[in-house]
């Protein structure tokens, strides 16, 4: 998906600063700024508490057996039955109200730009420092959870995210943008209501991108809790290898949000009432029929053998089998020089021989310490989001927040990025949110029977060469999600930053597509976002 018609965004992470540098060979034009986006550590994600749906349904035992690719699995099957779309175009509910009513400090500064962009602020202090996550340090705090009582969270360091400053130091960093300031400063005063519309709602940034703390699969020391955003839904219930697939069994509950959830106490044993490596999904009744999907916030998924679409999986490993990190990230490098791998495509089994996926941990104790002994200093890796069709090279994204399960098993992958960073390599994520794939049954298309829940309704949704879906950025749980999504595989696996794909397609409206000379002053006006 690369190329020029996509433009590249590659993001560095380092002491909770990222950096940024952006390709757009079309517009003749590179980008470089640093503080374009900050994330760090913290509490749990706040919404508003729901009262404890203690379910009393019957549950039958289910296998205790991980599931991983190539494992026999007894017990039902469940009906993949293709769903029917519906052929009328929706409206598109999400898209975010006009936020130009939220007053900002400095808003004659932003909404009255001028052509002379030289007058920045020179008190501006820059916000990079070394180790500045070692001055910042959370508390200790109760938080009450639907369905869970008051847990502790333990202390934790926490990088401080800044307010946005002014956005003049992207002229001193590139000049030649000075003859754009006015469509660039209009487009930064956007960008700063938004955040303060998320400070004002969500508590702040570090909360709202965090959201895979309370979306999804949690658990807590009395249960697990389930919750799901789908407001097209006209009910909703889990299902799975621990309820036999019993619709009737774990009935959820839908709040003003449109957000779906259920608690699960533990068995009478302590044990949790979903047991580790089952298969799961949740059955909907929505506006294009009934519809089994895998959970969009999944952490594994695989595809059984003898079946086509993938099951999601639930996936908590016990103490004793989670990956431990050992080593440190490695320090920021005067420049980097990157490796790019498909950890699938990089076995070095003979080419005469049967061919095969490689593992994490093939790449881990084969391709590491080549790239190591090449001289480069970090490795970029495709295709780590679980994609359906391998075909697409991992550019057709089902399941955000799972590793594909073709390479292994999650603690596979952490082994191999700890073993990476104890060769001094940083490892880049090759991240995909400028489009996803358009499979219902295991993948986020169509996922509450509406075409507008977190893409663009009718043709704005569908990218007409890629085939697939589109993204609705001006949708809150949208942003919610793919934000959460970039900060869970940075805290959770470790990786050090960024490649985004397709940036030019999440930018433009004619996505990089049929436009024989590109000009940014004549296109702006084409550009996606909130405006």
Known sequence: MGGWAHGVLNL????????????????GVELTTDNLLLLGEGKIFAQKPSPESDSSSLRVAASEKTLVPGSQIDGSSIS????????????????????????????????????????GDKNQVSVHSENQDDKAQGAVKSVTLPGTGTVKKEEARRKSIPPPGTGQRIYEIDP?????????????????????????????????????????????????????????????ALIGDFNNWNPQADIMTQNEFG??????????????????????????????????????????SIQVPGEIPYNGIYYDPPEEEKYVFKHPRPKKPKSLRIYEAHVGMSSTVHFLSEPVVNTY????????????????????????????????????VTNFFAPSSRCGTPEDLKSLIDKAHELDLLVLMDIVH?????????????FDGTDSHYFHSGSRGHHWMWDSCLFNYGSWEVLRFLLSNARWWLDEYKFDGFRFDGVTSMMYTHHGLQVSSMCFEKHTHMLLGVV
């Open 361 to 396: 941990a093939n790449f881990r104790d084969d391709v590491l310490p080549r790239i190591k002994r090449l001289g480069y200093n970090a490795v970029q890796i495709m295709a780590i989001q679980e994609h359906s069709y391998y075909g697409s090279f991992g550019y057709h």
């Open 259 to 300: 957000v779906w959830e259920i608690f699960l106490p533990n068995n009478a044993d302590g044990s949790p009432a979903i047991p580790h490596g089952s298969r799961v999904k949740i059955r909907m009744d929505t506006p294009s029929g009934i519809k089994d999907s895998i959970p969009a916030w999944i952490k594994f």
């Open 434 to 446: 400028s489009h996803a794939s358009n499979n219902v049954l295991d993948g986020l298309n169509m």
């Open 12 to 27: 560095w992470f380092t002491e909770g600063i990222a950096f940024c540098v952006v390709d757009f060979a079309p517009l």
């Open 176 to 236: 030649l943008l000075k003859g754009y300031c006015e469509h660039l400063d209009y487009r930064f005063g956007q960008y700063k209501k938004m955040r303060k519309a998320i400070d004002m709602h969500e508590g702040g940034l570090d909360l709202f991108s965090r959201g895979y703390e309370k979306m999804g699969f949690t658990r807590s020391a009395t249960g697990i809790t389930y919750r799901e955003w789908a407001p097209g839904a006209k009910s909703a």
């Open 80 to 119: 993949t039955d293709q769903m029917e779309v519906p052929g009328t175009e929706l409206e598109d509910p999400q898209v975010l109200q006009d936020i130009d009513d939220l007053t900002m400090e400095d808003d004659n500064d932003i909404n009255k730009p001028t052509n002379d962009c030289s007058k």
